[in-house]
């Protein structure tokens, strides 16, 4: 559905005459089957809107190519526009229009016609559970529904294809919790095919099939959550112990561990199928006379594999504090004014 | 064509059904001419003796200079509507649909246009009703000249909005380019009531062409060197924003 080959977005910045050129995708392949849900994983302004944005036609690609639904995304732009559904992270309704107009206009610039338009909208309005809020202006809905209103939006057309930008961003747990089983019901019940953005984990861990990980403007990793953690080096164990016995735990702890750090009460360390060693370790403890307080073992996340991948973890991507002060600069920037002048 | 004049039709109506929900401000945009012809009117009568031209009743003069201000202040704020839709996303909403690039700009110039209609139009009937004389044929021409030069105000106004994207920018690039622009197109005062070199420059102003066309048409002189040039500068106008405005929409288009 999606094959992309080294594309490439560069922007001009510039402070009084010196002009600098930021490489804001910098030579992205992808390939995205029918049928499958991607998580596109990354920190802000690693290159994931500019990307998407080249792919829904919005923003012509710099260098390389990209086919999206069968359709070149420069030369028949206009038919991509037609087989795919895109929802924006600001999204598309107007806070002083009611939503009902705005789906049917919508729908409408699709060709659709005023009646179809109008069947289709109200048919999406009870499946993402907006009944009764058709005539409701669009700024009297919560957040969560106008976001499952952009969602009716990017679908009036029944595109085969939904790109999500964000879509769950500045949403509450329930609300987000509840977009999610939505968006699962994407492929669920009409089999498309998801391409979603998110800079958060969970998400990309709860929805997709397979998650393709960008930073700066590159593509660092693609594959299934599963192993992807699989890279990391082995789940967590985390042992807590009686303060005299703290040595002795630690000692046998490394003797399947990596990484064995102490910190308080607390010994812990990476260890391979940790389901199988932790069962062995527990005996030698206990013959050894170590007195557990408690034992807990985490499965990598998503977090792990990109400090694996990237040597920072999202976080310190996201805050700029993963390099120098420049770094955050160039960040800030990309999200500022880099991002606004692509649009 | 077909689908062109279809999508525009849309974004029309979508957008005149916003209007309409919040019709003041098709009043309060009339309200600045409406004062002035209320209010600086009466100032004029004893001055309009001295005019040039066929104008021998103040608000025969002071008519045709409103429309224009009317046409070249009022459009120029629809690009600000444009960026707060930019801002809410609708903009790049419509650019992902199949929808030609140019119908989103030609369907909210219909929107401008009709607005300014509306407005020529109430006042035009509140000039008559104080004692504007002037042929009928040469009002309806004098409104189309307006309608076309509102309409090309219009579309630079979308095309600055849709380039700058942000407020703080196109305020003071309109004042910077409005100012002198109304000062120096007679539209309150005729410009032979200056010092030569103030005639001089106006004469460089295509918008006093303007002014002067719709003037001489009020007074029910339609066929005129005046006329013919102040007509031609509109449409010339309005070729250029459009070109301009299509332009600019089409931008970033793959």
């Given at each position: 559905?999606?094959?992309?080959?080294?594309?490439?977005?560069?922007?001009?910045?510039?402070?009084?005459?010196?002009?600098?050129?930021?490489?804001?995708?910098?030579?992205?392949?992808?390939?995205?089957?029918?049928?499958?849900?991607?998580?596109?994983?990354?920190?802000?302004?690693?290159?994931?809107?500019?990307?998407?944005?080249?792919?829904?036609?919005?923003?012509?690609?710099?260098?390389?190519?990209?086919?999206?639904?069968?359709?070149?995304?420069?030369?028949?732009?206009?038919?991509?526009?037609?087989?795919?559904?895109?929802?924006?992270?600001?999204?598309?309704?107007?806070?002083?229009?009611?939503?009902?107009?705005?789906?049917?206009?919508?729908?409408?610039?699709?060709?659709?016609?005023?009646?179809?338009?109008?069947?289709?909208?109200?048919?999406?309005?009870?499946?993402?559970?907006?009944?009764?809020?058709?005539?409701?202006?669009?700024?009297?809905?919560?957040?969560?529904?106008?976001?499952?209103?952009?969602?009716?939006?990017?679908?009036?057309?029944?595109?085969?294809?939904?790109?999500?930008?964000?879509?769950?961003?500045?949403?509450?747990?329930?609300?987000?919790?509840?977009?999610?089983?939505?968006?699962?019901?994407?492929?669920?019940?009409?089999?498309?095919?998801?391409?979603l953005t998110t800079h958060y984990l969970d998400e990309a861990d709860a929805l997709a099939d397979?998650?393709?990980?960008?930073?700066?403007?590159?593509?660092?990793?693609?594959?299934?959550?599963?192993?992807?953690?699989?890279?990391?080096?082995?789940?967590?164990?985390?042992?807590?112990?009686?303060?005299?016995?703290?040595?002795?735990?630690?000692?046998?702890?490394?003797?399947?561990?990596?990484?064995?750090?102490?910190?308080?009460?607390?010994?812990?360390?990476?260890?391979?199928?940790?389901?199988?060693?932790?069962?062995?370790?527990?005996?030698?403890?206990?013959?050894?006379?170590?007195?557990?307080?408690?034992?807990?073992?985490?499965?990598?996340?998503?977090?792990?594999?990109?400090?694996?991948?990237?040597?920072?973890?999202?976080?310190?991507?996201?805050?700029?504090?993963?390099?120098?002060?420049?770094?955050?600069?160039?960040?800030?920037?990309?999200?500022?004014?880099?991002?606004?002048?692509?649009? | 064509?077909?689908?062109?004049?279809?999508?525009?039709?849309?974004?029309?109506?979508?957008?005149?059904?916003?209007?309409?929900?919040?019709?003041?401000?098709?009043?309060?945009?009339?309200?600045?001419?409406?004062?002035?012809?209320?209010?600086?009117?009466?100032?004029?009568?004893?001055?309009?003796?001295?005019?040039?031209?066929?104008?021998?009743?103040?608000?025969?003069?002071?008519?045709?200079?409103?429309?224009?201000?009317?046409?070249?202040?009022?459009?120029?704020?629809?690009?600000?509507?444009?960026?707060?839709?930019?801002?809410?996303?609708?903009?790049?909403?419509?650019?992902?649909?199949?929808?030609?690039?140019?119908?989103?700009?030609?369907?909210?110039?219909?929107?401008?246009?009709?607005?300014?209609?509306?407005?020529?139009?109430?006042?035009?009937?509140?000039?008559?009703?104080?004692?504007?004389?002037?042929?009928?044929?040469?009002?309806?021409?004098?409104?189309?000249?307006?309608?076309?030069?509102?309409?090309?105000?219009?579309?630079?106004?979308?095309?600055?909005?849709?380039?700058?994207?942000?407020?703080?920018?196109?305020?003071?690039?309109?004042?910077?380019?409005?100012?002198?622009?109304?000062?120096?197109?007679?539209?309150?005062?005729?410009?032979?009531?200056?010092?030569?070199?103030?005639?001089?420059?106006?004469?460089?102003?295509?918008?006093?062409?303007?002014?002067?066309?719709?003037?001489?048409?009020?007074?029910?002189?339609?066929?005129?060197?005046?006329?013919?040039?102040?007509?031609?500068?509109?449409?010339?106008?309005?070729?250029?924003?459009?070109?301009?405005?299509?332009?600019?929409?089409?931008?970033?288009?793959?």
């Amino acid at each position: 559905m999606i094959h992309a080959r080294g594309l490439v977005q560069t922007f001009h910045t510039g402070r009084g005459k010196q002009k600098t050129e930021v490489r804001a995708v910098d030579g992205v392949d992808l390939d995205v089957e029918e049928g499958e849900v991607v998580a596109f994983l990354g920190p802000n302004g690693a290159g994931k809107t500019t990307t998407l944005r080249m792919l829904v036609t919005l923003l012509k690609p710099t260098a390389g190519t990209a086919t999206v639904a069968g359709y070149d995304v420069v030369k028949e732009s206009a038919q991509v526009r037609r087989s795919i559904g895109y929802v924006s992270q600001t999204g598309g309704a107007f806070s002083g229009a009611f939503a009902g107009d705005e789906v049917v206009d919508h729908g409408m610039l699709y060709g659709m016609s005023r009646a179809d338009a109008v069947r289709r909208g109200q048919q999406l309005f009870d499946e993402l559970q907006l009944e009764g809020l058709w005539r409701r202006m669009c700024k009297n809905m919560s957040g969560g529904q106008k976001r499952r209103l952009d969602i009716v939006m990017g679908l009036i057309h029944d595109p085969t294809l939904v790109f999500l930008d964000e879509p769950t961003t500045g949403l509450d747990p329930q609300a987000r919790a509840n977009l999610w089983g939505h968006i699962a019901d994407l492929r669920r019940e009409r089999g498309a095919t998801v391409f979603l953005t998110t800079h958060y984990l969970d998400e990309a861990d709860a929805l997709a099939d397979r998650i393709v990980i960008i930073d700066r403007g590159r593509i660092v990793a693609s594959d299934t959550a599963d192993n992807l953690k699989t890279q990391v080096n082995g789940d967590l164990v985390d042992l807590e112990v009686a303060p005299g016995q703290v040595s002795t735990a630690a000692d046998k702890l490394r003797a399947i561990a990596e990484h064995v750090e102490v910190a308080g009460s607390h010994v812990s360390g990476r260890v391979r199928r940790a389901g199988r060693a932790v069962p062995a370790l527990l005996r030698d403890l206990d013959a050894a006379g170590v007195t557990l307080e408690s034992v807990e073992v985490h499965r990598p996340t998503l977090d792990d594999v990109f400090l694996t991948l990237t040597g920072r973890s999202l976080r310190d991507a996201e805050a700029g504090t993963g390099k120098p002060e420049d770094d955050e600069a160039t960040a800030a920037e990309r999200d500022d004014s880099l991002e606004g002048a692509a649009r | 064509m077909n689908g062109f004049m279809r999508d525009s039709s849309i974004v029309f109506r979508r957008q005149i059904r916003m209007n309409l929900r919040n019709p003041a401000w098709v009043l309060i945009g009339v309200f600045q001419p409406v004062l002035y012809l209320l209010l600086f009117g009466p100032l004029l009568k004893p001055l309009v003796a001295q005019f040039p031209g066929g104008a021998d009743n103040a608000y025969t003069f002071l008519v045709p200079g409103l429309l224009v201000q009317l046409g070249l202040f009022g459009a120029f704020f629809a690009g600000f509507s444009l960026i707060g839709e930019w801002r809410e996303g609708v903009i790049e909403a419509e650019r992902v649909t199949p929808a030609s690039r140019g119908s989103l700009l030609v369907g909210r110039l219909m929107r401008d246009v009709l607005q300014l209609f509306v407005q020529s139009l109430i006042l035009v009937l509140l000039g008559l009703a104080i004692g504007m004389r002037g042929s009928f044929d040469g009002i309806v021409l004098g409104i189309v000249i307006t309608l076309v030069i509102g309409g090309a105000c219009a579309a630079a106004s979308n095309a600055l909005g849709m380039a700058t994207k942000s407020e703080d920018v196109m305020a003071p690039v309109i004042n910077i380019v409005m100012m002198p622009v109304l000062l120096l197109s007679g539209i309150l005062l005729p410009m032979t009531l200056g010092p030569d070199w103030l005639k001089r420059v106006s004469d460089f102003m295509p918008t006093r062409w303007i002014t002067d066309a719709i003037r001489d048409v009020f007074a029910g002189d339609v066929a005129n060197g005046t006329v013919l040039s102040g007509s031609l500068a509109a449409l010339v106008f309005l070729a250029l924003a459009a070109w301009w405005g299509v332009s600019t929409f089409q931008k970033d288009d793959a």
